[in-house]
């Protein structure tokens, strides 16, 4: 089935006469197809090396196909779409996702409290403030219009580098310590082998797809008549983060707390202190460069996102009416990127 979406994505970005919508369609359910392959062969990849190998792993190879939207659309010059579809994914997956997972995960529980280390919400919401503080200074340098927001790209490239140390530091720690509560599995399907040649072929795919699904994404923008901010911030982020939305509210849902926290968290952590400096530096390359610079309006949305993840998972604890703040909270601001 995946492999028939990415040939009718191919089909309909070279195809003449084919609309753009169609194509973004097929494109876009390409791009999901490509996240559960990478999902399942990390998932049995991971069976042989513990929860916390796995929700890194899941977090990591999962964001491929962003990676690859957010650079063939600085490349396109579409910088709007690459900032708010990196923003995007960190709502995305810190309050949607989580929000849906603490409230699957509540039903599960017999006293309708989903209970998980508190240790990993902690040291995201550390890594994501770490991150906003960058994002908080350049704006504020911005509306100053002092010297130093002469020298964004600079200041971008210096705090990208040390964001991702950070990063480094902490995964160090994260992984030589026993932080996930190890829970009863099934016995691997595949053989070690199968699983990383389909990481490998879904790694080549994703790349692909994500450039027909850029290239079909302007005029579906246009033709629809949908903000840019929204686009980005909800579409793009959604079927880019396709792995978490689905993968964290299934475990959830079976009782595993642990890992549907550890798959959700590390996307959050990941996309904030490795995959969005990683990006800026990589923007180095691209016809379009990427800084720390976003509008106020998302500042505070990222800032105010860090604050309630906190809030909410760092005692370890949550339960359906937290679940549901979380979710509502992704909704306001996906109204207010729709008029932005």
């Known amino acids: 089935m995946v492999a028939l979406l990415i040939v009718l994505a191919g089909v309909t970005r070279y195809a003449s006469g084919v609309s753009r919508i169609v194509a973004f369609v097929f494109a876009t359910l390409a791009l999901a197809g490509v996240a559960w392959v990478v999902s399942v062969s990390i998932e049995q990849v991971g069976r042989r090396a513990g929860p916390a190998v796995t929700g890194v792993l899941q977090a990591s190879l999962a964001n491929l196909p962003e990676f690859f939207v957010v650079v063939f659309a600085l490349q396109a010059g579409q910088q709007v779409i690459a900032e708010t579809a990196i923003l995007g994914s960190i709502l995305v997956n810190a309050l949607l996702v989580l929000g849906l997972v603490i ?18 919400p902690n040291d995201t919401a550390t890594l994501l403030l770490v991150a906003s503080f960058i994002i908080v200074l350049i704006g504020l340098t911005h509306s100053a219009s002092d010297s130093a927001s002469q020298h964004t790209e ?43 040649v389909l ?78 400096p990683l990006l800026v530096l990589v923007s180095l390359l691209t016809a379009t460069r990427l800084t720390f610079t976003l509008a106020p309006v998302y500042i505070g949305a990222l800032i105010g996102t860090a604050v309630i993840v906190w809030q909410i998972t760092g005692d370890g604890e949550a339960t359906v009416f937290e679940g549901t703040a979380l979710v509502a909270t992704f909704v306001i601001m996906a109204t207010v990127a729709a008029f932005e």
């Open 199 to 276: 990481l490998s072929l879904a790694g080549v795919a994703a790349a692909f797809v994500s450039d027909w699904f850029v290239n079909a994404l302007e005029p579906t923008i246009a033709q629809l008549h949908i903000s840019q901010a929204f686009a980005g911030l909800v579409i793009v982020a959604i079927a880019g983060n396709a792995v978490e939305n689905v993968a964290g509210i299934v475990l959830a849902a079976k009782g595993r707390s642990e890992l549907a926290i550890a798959v959700v968290k590390n996307s959050v952590s990941q996309i904030a202190a490795f995959l969005y």
């Open 154 to 196: 600079t200041i971008s490239i210096i705090g990208s580098c040390v964001i991702l140390a950070v990063y480094a530091t902490w995964l160090r720690q994260y992984l030589s310590s026993e932080s996930i509560v190890q829970e009863a599995s099934e016995p691997p399907r595949l053989t070690m082998a199968t699983s990383l």
């Open 103 to 120: 409230v699957a995960g509540a039903l599960r529980s017999h006293d309708g409290i989903m209970r998980f280390n508190p240790r990993l």
